[in-house]
């Protein structure tokens, strides 16, 4: 059975940083791709960053480019997701998703993955 759980999130003031983690139990990270997701409340689930299977094919949303890294540590079965920069209107459940197929790019859509984490809460303050 696999499973994701995030953690990492919390309060912080715009500008400041959080690195979220995703830990994967149940199958070996490193043939799966990996992403983040948020949603705010009111809004719908939308694409942060993905990291494909090997690692070295990088997605990020247009509003998190240049602020965000996502990486990955394989022998941990963790992804990470460091964010510099945060703005208040980041603040948003912030969920890891993974696909069932192996040996993926990843991609920007929901539909792309099957398994998602509980979600970890970001909170940023003005």
């Known amino acids: 059975q696999v499973q994701l759980v995030e953690s990492g999130g919390g309060l912080v003031q715009a500008g400041g940083s959080l690195r979220l983690s995703c830990t994967v139990s149940g199958r070996t990270l490193s043939r799966y791709a990996m992403g983040w997701f948020r949603q705010a409340p009111g809004k719908e689930r939308e694409f942060v960053a993905s990291i494909s299977w090997r690692g070295g094919i990088l997605s990020y949303a247009d509003s998190v480019k240049g602020r965000f890294t996502i990486s990955r540590d394989n022998a941990k079965n963790t992804v990470y997701l460091q964010m510099n920069g945060l703005k208040p209107e980041e603040t948003a459940v912030y969920y890891c998703?993974?696909?069932?197929?192996?040996?993926?790019?990843?991609?920007?859509?929901?539909?792309?993955?099957?398994?998602w984490g509980q979600g970890t809460q970001v909170t940023v303050s003005s």
């Open positions: 998703a993974t696909p069932e197929t192996p040996f993926s790019n990843g991609g920007t859509w929901l539909r792309d993955y099957d398994y």
